[in-house]
């Protein structure tokens, strides 16, 4: 049978697409624990055991109402909030002088490491913009980092592993990243978290996908030909890798969380170069296993890709509770194809943040017009804020979105 995107929730009206995609996905999701939990994945295994048992506190912020009632958290469980909640993927940094000025002559790894220096990061974007949330600043290395595996940001280039892992003794040789060595982001967290007040701060992390997609390659790809061929060639192997690298970002996640975050963001750079049979078999069951460490805790989930319009079902069945949408594909199309169950993330596109301010409102108001019809909509960019943006205009945005009353 073929399996498609372009179906309706089998949750309500049953088209017999949508079933068959669920139902692959399920029973492929059984046969990858399965196959997961053999030897030769001892690695996952023993990071997975690092973890303690998952609660948030009195203290934290979705339990004492700091954030409970915010524009974000509202929308992101689907009700109205009191102003159209606005936040920005690499809001913090890049295009900020005040970034650009604690950052210098500091390392990309060494400054998500610091915690002083990533809260200040952090807030940077939330007292220049007034966006509804905040993101924490951090990379998605930074679990390998943390579990001693030798990776390092090359200006210019990306994350470059000091060895690539592309057997199944490379994988079995992964160290473990232990729950204690993941005390700098948990102490970042709680600072941050400390000085924003009722305003939410959103942990992430990256998928098992995109982080295993760089240890095969060992540095950036296009087409990720090395993570795409072990998937067929050296499946058990591959299988090791995405529960390692999905217990690893699971962690991560849940230290944010833990620690005071009020939602988290699994994202996936390079989850577009794969076809959905191939997502849905060899990726969708690490992506569920690392938010497994996390998705009993309360807190919203999100889930985001580049490229993925066609893959939307899939990583919403995943077990997330919204759906981030790429500047591809209109957020109405988006809900379409997702039945209208879950509240959207997205899409102004990150391009016309440099065209005419007419240009870029009549578009901002294009993207809120389409997102009317899903469950919940929370405005951000189809990707990251570029680099050039002027800061200017991003706060002219936000400025704009929260003129626009909520319905």
Not at 177 to 186: D, G, K, M, V, Y
Not at 354 to 382: K, T
Request: charged share 20%.
């Amino acid at each position: 049978m073929g399996i498609t995107t372009e179906a309706s929730d089998p949750r309500h009206n049953g088209d017999i697409r949508a079933d068959v995609t669920v139902c692959r996905y399920l029973l492929s999701r059984i046969f990858g624990t399965i196959k997961g939990m053999t030897s030769s994945t001892a690695a996952s295994k023993s990071t997975a055991s690092n973890s303690p048992a998952g609660s948030l506190d009195a203290n934290h912020p979705l339990k004492d109402g700091r954030t409970s009632d915010s524009p974000l958290i509202t929308a992101y469980r689907g009700g109205k909030p009191s102003r159209r909640p606005v936040w920005f993927m690499r809001q913090a940094g890049r295009s900020l002088p005040e970034y650009l000025k604690v950052r210098e002559g500091v390392a990309m790894l060494d400054s998500c490491l610091r915690p002083e220096l990533a809260s200040e990061i952090t807030l940077q974007p939330v007292r220049r913009h007034d966006v509804d949330a905040a993101i924490f600043f951090s990379d998605i290395v930074i679990p390998l980092k943390l579990a001693g595996v030798g990776v390092d940001i090359v200006p210019g280039v990306g994350p470059v592993l000091d060895k690539p892992v592309r057997t199944a003794e490379d994988v079995a040789a992964l160290p473990a990243l232990t729950w204690e060595a993941l005390e700098p982001i948990r102490e970042a967290v709680r600072l941050t978290v400390a000085e924003l007040g009722s305003t939410p701060l959103i942990g992430f992390a990256g998928a098992p996908f995109t982080l295993a997609a760089y240890m095969v390659e060992g540095k950036p790809s296009r087409d990720h030909l090395g993570p795409r061929t072990m998937m067929h060639a050296d499946p058990e192997t591959w299988t090791a890798l995405a529960n390692w690298a999905a217990d690893a970002s699971g962690l991560f996640l849940q230290a944010q969380l833990e620690a005071g975050a009020s939602a988290g963001q699994l994202f996936d750079s390079w989850a577009g170069s794969l076809g959905l049979a191939d997502y849905i078999k060899y990726v969708a069951p690490a992506s569920a296993r690392a938010l497994d460490h996390v998705r009993g805790l309360g807190a919203p989930l999100i889930h985001f890709g580049t490229g993925t319009s066609e893959l939307l079902v899939a990583m919403r069945d995943v077990g997330v509770d919204v759906v981030g949408v790429d500047y591809r594909l209109p957020l109405d199309e988006a809900n379409r194809r997702l039945g209208g169950t879950v509240p959207l993330q997205g899409n102004i596109d990150p391009a016309l943040l440099s065209a005419p301010w007419d240009v870029l409102e009549a578009h901002v108001r294009e993207v809120i017009e389409a997102g009317a019809a899903a469950p919940g909509h929370v405005l951000n960019l189809g990707h990251g804020v570029p680099p050039e943006t002027d800061p200017t205009v991003l706060t002219r945005v936000v400025e704009l979105i929260h003129s626009i009353p909520a319905k």
